[in-house]
């Protein structure tokens, strides 16, 4: 479990955390890791923490495997810059039309990262819990890492994304919808018995918690009462890189992208300190004056 | 095989009944089986399950739902004498109890009912964080060790402690309209009890109230019927 150094890290408060998920019924070839991002509301930035982390894992020389969960909707192809290239998808694979190295597209930018995409002519139905467990076990013995990208929402396409997960990424904005959406979702994987999965925390505005008109890291922790594992700042360069399909953690002044390399590490087991954003605003002060006078 | 399912017609779709006392996956399996032979006369169909006393841990459960839909067929209810697989059925939003026809368990304590002291001694205690989405409902007493987080719900015939932040919406001393099997009006004496008491909503029998705005550091407190109003006071230790 990851922890970070400043002990704002804590498993649930009454002592609820469970076991990290283990399948032990699984065979291993080799040790991929899959981890589900997931949210449960819409468009708090899942699909983009899926490529940056993706891509900062492939950075630092692992394997890594993308897998667009989202049938229907897909994205996940867009924000990599990869939608041109796409001849077989999952639904594909799962079917038997096409062999899951057909399917697998490899970035050009970076020799050991992957995408197998989404169908966008089908539905979440195309796909079942136990296809997705297979897929990954298959894939497990190929790649160090496979980053499934769950769709929005509760149902069969979040049941998906989360059945193969060895590990699950929470992401939520610091706003009350996200963070209830969010909570709905640890109980779900409590009950599924996945963990309560570790916590990522995007878009913060540090000077809007400054002015409190927006929940703090320490708030959203006091609901969730999950491990923390990133905050990632507002950014605007994330828009822009998301339309031009160049993930913000290749761009090395970015600063969301820094927070998703941090992330990164602390998936490979480093500890990693945070950055006090909004602890310590003296210190937050220095640190934007300082991405002023770079920038 | 067979003789160990039974399958009848109940107004909610189908009942299975798999209550001996065998390996839960290998009646599962059983049950799977079952359904493939005759796919087309379940496919679509509403799934009660009867599993009697195993205890069936969530995940066993949440597959089950899974291999269930994948051939089309909606579990929508768990029946069971084992409080961890109830609890574990609730986890995953499925219903405990037939609406038409109670289970045993529910109906014991109907009947005990009539001795209304009786089923008020009767409480469960939930030792976990109660979260957005989660809904712990019990005639008698409910105790929750953790918080209960905005978006979860308790509803109580009798009253509720909550040893942590109860910031979600508590229902003490429930009507029977609100609570099948609770008493017909409801318990105007039961209590709300919290080390922080912030409930979105706080209701004790019909009377409703909402939390006034946040003052100060939280205390303990104790909500309940005074005068027809529902009022929250500091828990202190003298007295």
């Not at chain 1, 480093?270 to 640190?287: A, H, I």
């Amino acid at each position: 479990m990851i922890q970070s150094s400043n002990g704002r890290v804590t498993t649930s408060a009454n002592g609820a955390s469970q076991p990290a998920a283990h399948q032990p019924e699984r065979e291993r070839t080799m040790a991929g890791k899959v981890i589900t991002v997931t949210s449960g509301k819409g468009g708090v930035g899942k699909t983009t923490t899926t490529a940056n982390l993706a891509v900062a894992l492939a950075a630092g020389g692992h394997k890594v495997v993308c897998l667009d969960a989202d049938i229907g909707l897909r994205n996940l192809d867009v924000v990599m810059g990869l939608e041109n290239r796409i001849v077989y998808d999952l639904v594909d694979v799962v079917e038997g039309r096409a062999r899951l190295r057909q399917a697998m597209i490899k970035d050009k930018r970076l020799p050991e990262l992957y995408l197998i995409p989404a169908a966008q002519t089908r539905d979440k139905s195309a796909v079942s819990p136990s296809d997705m467990i297979k897929l990954c076990n298959d894939l497990r013995g190929e790649v160090d890492y496979i980053l499934v990208d769950s769709p929005a929402g509760i149902e069969r396409g979040f049941r998906n994304a989360v059945a193969p997960a060895d590990q699950v990424l929470i992401v939520t904005n610091p706003e009350v919808s996200a963070v209830r959406d969010a909570d709905r979702i640890v109980g779900l994987l409590e009950a599924e018995e996945k963990g309560p999965g570790h916590l990522i925390i995007n878009r913060l505005k540090p000077e809007m918690v400054k002015r409190g008109d927006m929940l703090s890291t320490d708030d959203v922790l006091d609901i969730l009462a999950i491990p923390l594992i990133g905050v990632v700042p507002e950014d605007e360069g994330i828009l822009v890189s998301t339309n031009r399909g160049a993930p913000a953690a290749m761009d090395e002044k970015s600063r969301a992208g820094q927070a998703f390399r941090d992330i990164a590490r602390r998936l490979r087991g480093e500890d990693v300190p945070f950055m006090p954003l909004d602890d310590n605003k003296g210190f937050w002060q220095k640190l934007a004056a300082r991405f002023t006078r770079s920038g | 095989m067979s003789d160990t399912i039974t399958i009848k017609g109940i107004r909610e779709g189908l009942l299975v009944s798999v209550t001996d006392a065998g390996e839960w996956s290998e009646a599962a399996r059983a049950l799977l089986t079952r359904i493939d032979q005759t796919v087309e006369f379940f496919r679509g169909g509403r799934l009660a399950l009867d599993v009697g006393a195993r205890p069936i841990p969530a995940a066993e459960l949440g597959r089950l739902r899974d291999l269930l839909s994948e051939r089309g067929v909606s579990l929508s209810t768990v029946l069971s004498d084992s409080p961890l697989t109830t609890h574990a059925a609730q986890a995953l939003g499925l219903k405990v109890a037939l609406v038409a026809a109670a289970p045993p368990s529910i109906q014991a304590r109907v009947d005990a009912e009539t001795d209304p002291e009786e089923a008020r001694e009767d409480a469960v205690l939930v030792r976990r964080t109660v979260r957005s989405g989660r809904s712990v409902r019990h005639t008698g007493h409910v105790v929750v060790l953790g918080d209960v987080n905005p978006g979860a719900e308790i509803v109580a015939g009798g009253d509720i402690l909550v040893w942590g932040r109860l910031r979600g919406v508590a229902h003490a001393g429930a009507p029977a309209t609100a609570l099948p099997g609770a008493a017909a009006d409801g318990d105007e004496a039961a209590t709300v009890c919290a080390l922080d008491l912030a409930p979105t909503q706080l209701r004790i029998a019909r009377h409703i109230a909402t939390s006034p705005a946040r003052k100060g550091t939280p205390q303990p407190e104790m909500a309940r019927v005074k005068d027809g109003r529902i009022v929250a006071e500091r828990w202190s230790p003298k007295k």
